[in-house]
C-alpha cells in the first residue's frame, strides 16, 4: 500500500526536535509522499530546508495562508510570487479565506485569495484551499472572478452536504483529515453520499490529529488511521482506499 498525505506541515515548530523520526514513521505506515503548503513569509526558509531533506518524499507549495493576510499583504504576497516562480512548486497553498478568527479582514483576504487563484491558473498549479466559515463564499468567488479554471484540494472539507457535492462539480477535491474519525462528525454521513472518488486524505499535521490521538500532535504516519475510517464507511479494504486516494492526488498534482 502507498498512502499520501495532501496536506502537512512537517516544517512546523513542533517538529523541531523529532522531524527525523516522524519521517521514518512515515515510511514505515506507508506514507511515501507528503505535500506541504506555506504559511507565510516567515515560514519560508523552514519550508525549504525541510523539503530539502526528502525531495523524493516532501513536496512543498508555497502561499500565504488567510490567517496571515494582514495590513502588510500585498508585500507579503509580492514576496511569495517572486519565490514561487523562483524554485520548484507542486501548488499554490495554503490560501483561502477563514472567517472563524476575524470577519473584520473579508476584503483583504478576498483580495489575496483571487490573486493567488490567478496564479495558479497562470502557471497551472493546483490550489489547496483552507475554508473555515468560509465555503460558500469562496464558490461564488470562484464563480464571480472567472476562476472556473482553478483546480485542488479543498483542504480539511467541513461543509454540509450540498457544498461537498458543488464542489466537485466545479472540479474540485476534498480533503478528509482526522475530524471524520471523531465521535459526533457528520462527516461519514455527507461522505456517504459523495463516495471516494473525488476524495484525497491529509492530516494537517500538527494540527487536528484522528482519534484516538486527538488533543496530541498530529503527524503524517497517522494517515492509515484516517483510511481505515474511510474504509469503514464505504465498506471497502484499506488497500483500496489507499490506492483510490493516492491516484486521486496524482490527479491533482501531477505526480
Known sequence: MIFTDTHAHVYADEF???????????????????????????????????????????????????????????????????????????????????????????????NAFVEQAQWAIKLNLPVSIHSREATQPLIKLIKDENLQKLRGVFHCFSGDENEAHELIKIGFYLGIGGSVTYKNSTLPLILKTIGIDSLVLETDAPYLPPTPYRGKRNESSYIPLIANKLAEIFEIDVAEVAEITTNNSKKVFGL
Open 16 to 110: 523541531a526536535n523529532d522531524s527525523e523520526l516522524c519521517f521514518s514513521r512515515c515510511l514505515e505506515n506507508h506514507v511515501s509522499h507528503v505535500f506541504v503548503p506555506n504559511i507565510d513569509v516567515q515560514s519560508i526558509a523552514a519550508l525549504k530546508k525541510t523539503c530539502s531533506a526528502h525531495p523524493m518524499n516532501y513536496f512543498p507549495m508555497m502561499g500565504l495562508h488567510p490567517c496571515s493576510v494582514d495590513e502588510n499583504y500585498i508585500g507579503q504576497l509580492e514576496l511569495i510570487y517572486e519565490e514561487l516562480i523562483s524554485d520548484t512548486y507542486y501548488g499554490v497553498g495554503e490560501i483561502g479565506m477563514d472567517l472563524y478568527w476575524d470577519k473584520s479582514t473579508f476584503e483583504i483576504q478576498k
